[in-house]
């Protein structure tokens, strides 16, 4: 795992709550910052998820389930993050919006009244207007739009609802695929074919949005495929490259199955845009 040199900003510690926390990408990019925590409460129910968390910040409190979550305990919030379930959102979800699993957007708005959090974001994918305008209108802001591809080598587009001040970007990033690639070629190979074409990038595009349905393989939703130097097959990206496309440091996941691994990382945030964020909070 690749060490990390930050300054730590030790005045003021903040008292952090994340809800739908996931393997804790939000803490990454506070360590990665030097943000101090005082707590960090994670709620958080995928087993495998918590494992990796507890790995790598083993001060982290696991809470469990947001549903009937017992808030009144925690200290006074500094910061009140979370990524609530976006697949029945997503275009490649059930449709079923605010019926289905990101009708637990409500928890975070229920957790947001009583918390009341000095700051706060929320974190989705780009939607339908309709559910899009039921978010901005619960939580009183506009949501800002930032592409993963400012940032490095995947097309990840996300929205942020947050009152933490979010700079413009003013800079250009030109990191493709092949600025990813690992010398780890034992990936296994795949047949071409219409499917698995689709899914195809050169080596100097941009990766397809890593997803949490990726682990299932070549051809399925996410799971970008390219063709390696000196191969002709098309081959999957491998574990190591996904943290990279992801912004997580090397090895950060390392403890699970390689399943589990995908999946986790599919479902995190970008560190690198929520350290573009989170830079902004005040801390004095």
């Known amino acids: 795992m690749r060490v ?16 739908f926390d996931g393997m804790s990408n939000g803490q990454i990019a506070l360590n990665e910052l030097g943000i101090a925590i005082e707590n960090y409460n994670a709620f958080e129910i995928d087993k495998y998820a918590i494992s990796i968390t507890q790995k790598n910040n083993p001060k982290t409190t696991q809470n469990g389930s ?10 006074k919030t500094d910061l009140f993050i979370g990524g609530s379930p976006c697949q029945s959102f997503s275009i490649a979800g059930d449709g079923t919006g605010f019926e289905g699993k990101s009708g637990l957007f409500f928890e975070f708005v229920k957790a947001k009244e009583i918390l009341k959090p000095k700051y706060w974001m929320l974190e989705n994918v780009v939607m339908k207007k309709e559910w899009e305008k039921v978010i901005t209108n619960t939580l009183g802001v506009e949501p800002i739009k930032i592409n993963s ?41 795949v047949k071409d074919t219409d499917r698995n074409l689709r899914h195809e990038r050169s080596l100097d595009r941009k990766s397809l949005t890593c997803t949490a349905t990726m682990y299932k393989g070549a051809g ?4 970008t495929l390219i063709r390696r130097p000196k191969q002709k097959e098309l081959s999957v990206l491998n574990v190591q490259e996904v943290e990279l496309l992801m912004n997580v440091p090397l090895g950060y996941t390392e403890g699970v199955s390689n399943s589990q691994r995908y999946k986790m990382l599919g479902n995190g945030w970008d560190v690198k845009v929520i350290k573009h964020i989170f830079k902004n909070i005040p801390l004095t």
């Open 220 to 223: 399925n939703n996410g799971m």
């Open 4 to 19: 990390i040199e930050t300054k730590v900003y030790e005045a003021n510690k903040l008292n952090v709550v994340s809800y």
């Open 149 to 189: 591809a400012d940032f490095g080598a995947q097309n990840r587009n996300r929205l942020f609802w947050t009152n933490i001040p979010v700079d413009d970007i003013d800079f250009e990033n030109s990191k493709t695929l092949k600025d990813i690639l690992t010398n780890d070629f034992s990936e296994k190979t």
């Open 66 to 75: 947001v549903v009937g979550a017992d808030l009144k305990k925690l200290p």
